[in-house]
């Protein structure tokens, strides 16, 4: 009878409705009490049905003390109570079962409660348990308890569990690799399924699904390979999860020709395969592949989601497309995932950032109902990025002292590089204080902010203190502290440490060698700036991108070899952008080269009509040769187009206070200002019977010399260093930061007062720093 009502309840009890009504006619028949089985069949009908209530009033009907409750309906209830999210209710039920006279735990009762265990002290007194009564030895058991300790991180634990099995099963082996992988244990993981192939345990879908996405932290192409012949030789790549998990790990160790040949070869793909590929192609600069992957997406059955239209936001970003932009956009409004969803949301924001549309992503930041720590980091991002410091603070502050939101990795990330724009040292040690109090101090996102912040910020030594504390085993620390000796104009040790980090056996990136080919630039070695771009291709397989190519130009154009660097321009395999066209028009206005400067001038208006500098540095020049009609007809092609021409500015911070100061007339004039002039003209006259002659082709205006030489004096770096000097004690080092390179005349101007007031003055320009002292400059006049 039993059999034959249990045979009933899948046809009958499609809806509460009939489940409830079969079972008042069982308590009216009599045949629960008949039958004790029959509590635990419904007990797991009314639990898939979604009617926790019902469950636990057909498990109630009978006092847990009555003979017909077996361990059967006790395992039942125990599973509902999980099933459900009731953990505590799950624990209560089972110490009943303990307490029952008549019953004891079995071997099916131990997996479905260790599943409810909520903390680490639970589950080792149910081990304990388990293992007074003897049901360590089962291998579902064992595999339960291996599962419950991976949860909490207790791998040790698990390991000792998995070591003491007498016996293991597949389902035992893939726990332990699972709780590896989830963990973030990737030797260990790797480790284990070595084992594995030593016992000769083939493995299943599962144990391929895990160890795969792991070899991607390991970055190990080779072991990637093996693992997908493995796979192939068992037959589980015909399964889409694994199919998956192969495609993503080979995506990820941007492998995208591989990732491309296991997704053609899926007989049915779903929508995680095309959003790893079209991931993979974003993350690694296909961006014309990913954008023609989503095309064929949305030609198939297959529809995009969020994550989808995030790897197409970025796609679109990377590739300037403002076009592409707004219709990505519109196409997550249109979905309505926008107002929804925090994370389409937060894309756009990031999108408009990258492209540099500071107002869009602003707006659609605005636009946000509900944000998270991710909306604010990125906005801070978006303003750090865009040079636009000062509003990044802005926002930071507003954050902690409105929106009580909690300081993460990314918080930090964010807002150290405008810190580091600043110069503010001070704002930045507090940061570093939070990263210390908080335990981010030696995570590597942070650690490598902090590296740039101080070597930005003027503290080399500190930035290579840090450096030498945290692990490095990530390009990201070693790309901060060469760039960081590269800004320094220290070279030779930028080549030094690069060298180290290939002893080490770090992989190098693209960022490091533009951080590499900087220095070069910076310190003059030629040589060695063309031997690392070379390398960069033929050891490290690395295809050059605009950031190398203008570092090539800037390199040999700053060495005068400027029909080189015009040379080097044409063999490009991609068209010049305006930062490569930009670095051979700096190099024309320093060596005087009217002819090649209008040529990559011309260039530079058509790419970017609208970037107000690169009319100033053509201006620049044709004043440096003193062809005034050129630069009357630079300036009127400026106001034609209503282009504003950034204003220079100097600060020094004196007592916890920064001070700005702006070139020429002062708006806004210092309250000390008589006294900077005063300390000014007295510096002059010293600096006159020294042998200092100023130099007025850095006058750009065509004015008498004496007007020229109050020109110069009005410089914004002169009134710093002049402020410096009157506010602080003698032998004080000076620090000022300028937003403008720092012209010829004041360069050589500084050497004299470094001399004069036996002070090392420190000027960190938009390009490098310079450290005078004693007359001379660490830039070697090579800047």
Request: aromatic residues 8%; charged residues 20%; hydrophobic residues 40%.
């Amino acid at each position: 009878m039993a059999v034959e009502l249990r045979r009933l309840f899948p046809s009958c009890a499609t809806t509460l409705r009939r489940a409830r009504a079969l079972h008042a006619l069982l308590l009216l028949s009599g045949r629960l009490v008949a039958y004790p089985s029959l509590t635990a069949t419904l007990i797991t009908l009314y639990s898939r049905l979604g009617d926790l209530p019902s469950s636990l009033l057909s498990f109630l009907h009978h006092r847990p003390s009555s003979s017909t409750t077996t361990i059967v309906s006790f395992n039942s209830l125990i599973s509902a109570f999980v099933s459900h999210r009731r953990p505590s209710s799950a624990l209560s039920a089972f110490h009943r079962l303990l307490s029952h006279p008549a019953l004891r735990p079995d071997a099916f009762t131990f997996p479905v409660v260790l599943k409810a265990c909520g903390d680490p002290q639970h589950g080792e007194k149910i081990h304990s348990l388990a293992l007074k009564m003897g049901f360590c030895s089962n291998v579902y058991v064992g595999a339960s308890l291996l599962h419950m300790y991976s949860r909490f991180g207790l791998l040790g634990c698990a390991r000792k569990v998995f070591d003491e099995m007498p016996e293991r099963d597949l389902g035992a082996w893939n726990a332990l690799l699972s709780g590896f992988c989830q963990n973030s244990r990737a030797a260990d993981a790797v480790g284990l399924f070595e084992e594995m192939v030593i016992e000769r345990v083939g493995g299943d879908k599962v144990t391929f699904a895990s160890i795969v996405p792991i070899i991607a932290f390991l970055e190990d192409q080779l072991l990637g390979a093996l693992m997908h012949v493995r796979a192939v030789k068992l037959g589980l790549d015909s399964y889409l999860f694994v199919s998956n998990a192969l495609i993503d790990m080979y995506a990820k160790l941007g492998c995208l020709g591989e990732a491309r040949r296991v997704f053609d070869e899926m007989l049915h793909k779903d929508l995680v395969s095309w959003n790893s590929l079209i991931s993979g192609y974003e993350q690694f600069g296909n961006v014309s592949l990913a954008l023609e992957l989503f095309h064929l997406m949305k030609e198939g059955d297959c529809q995009p989601d969020v994550l989808t239209l995030v790897s197409l936001a970025s796609a679109t970003a990377q590739c300037g497309d403002d076009r592409g932009g707004r219709s990505v956009h519109c196409y997550i409004m249109r979905r309505g995932w926008e107002m929804d969803d925090i994370i389409a949301g937060n894309a756009i924001v990031d999108m408009y950032s990258k492209m540099a549309k500071i107002e869009a992503a602003r707006n659609a930041f605005d636009r946000m109902p509900v944000k998270d720590i991710i909306s604010w980091n990125t906005l801070i991002t978006c303003y750090s990025q865009n040079g636009l410091a000062s509003e990044a603070i802005e926002v930071f502050d507003y954050m902690e002292k409105f929106e009580g939101l909690k300081t993460i990795q990314g918080t930090l990330a964010g807002i150290l590089p405008a810190y580091s724009h600043l110069g503010a040292l001070r704002q930045g040690m507090r940061i570093h204080g939070r990263s210390i109090r908080i335990g981010l101090e030696s995570d590597v996102f942070v650690a490598t902010c902090l590296i740039d912040m101080y070597a930005k910020c003027g503290k080399l030594g500190d930035a290579s203190l840090l450096f030498q504390k945290i692990p490095r085993k990530s390009s990201g620390p070693w790309n901060a502290i060469i760039a960081g000796h590269g800004v320094h104009g220290d070279g030779e040790e930028a080549l030094e440490i690069f060298s180290l980090m290939e002893i080490e056996g770090v992989k190098p990136d693209h960022v490091t060698f533009i951080s590499l080919l900087s220095a070069c630039s910076h310190a003059g070695l030629v040589d060695q700036g063309q031997k690392y771009f070379q390398l960069m291709q033929t050891s490290y397989g690395i295809q050059p991108i605009m950031k190398h190519y203008a570092c090539i130009v800037d390199l040999l154009g700053r060495a005068g070899r400027l029909n080189d660097a015009y040379e080097f321009i044409k063999t490009m395999r991609v068209k010049p952008d305006s930062g490569v066209w930009g670095a051979l028009l700096g190099a024309c206005r320093i060596h005087g080269n009217v002819e090649m400067g209008l040529l990559s001038s011309e260039k530079l208006f058509e790419i970017d009509p609208e970037n107000v500098g690169y009319y100033v540095l053509l201006s620049n020049m044709y004043a440096k040769v003193g062809k005034w009609e050129g630069v009357n007809k630079v300036r009127s092609m400026v106001r034609h187009r209503n282009l504003q021409k950034t204003p220079g500015w100097s600060s020094i911070e004196v007592n916890k206070k920064v001070n700005v100061f702006f070139t020429g007339n002062q708006t806004d004039p210092h309250p000390q200002l008589e006294e900077i002039q005063r300390e000014i003209e007295n510096l002059l006259a010293k600096m006159k019977a020294l042998g200092y002659v100023p130099d007025y082709s850095f006058v750009l205006q065509d004015v008498e010399e004496d007007e020229k030489e109050h020109i110069l004096a009005s410089h914004s770096e002169r009134l710093a260093i002049a402020f410096g000097i009157i506010s602080t004690s003698p032998e004080t080092p000076i620090q000022i930061y300028k937003n403008l390179r720092v012209c010829g005349d004041c360069h050589n101007a500084t050497k004299y007062i470094s001399i004069i007031t036996e002070r090392e003055i420190i000027v960190r320009d938009s390009n490098r720093f310079h450290h005078f002292k004693e007359g001379r400059c660490s830039c070697g006049d090579y800047w």
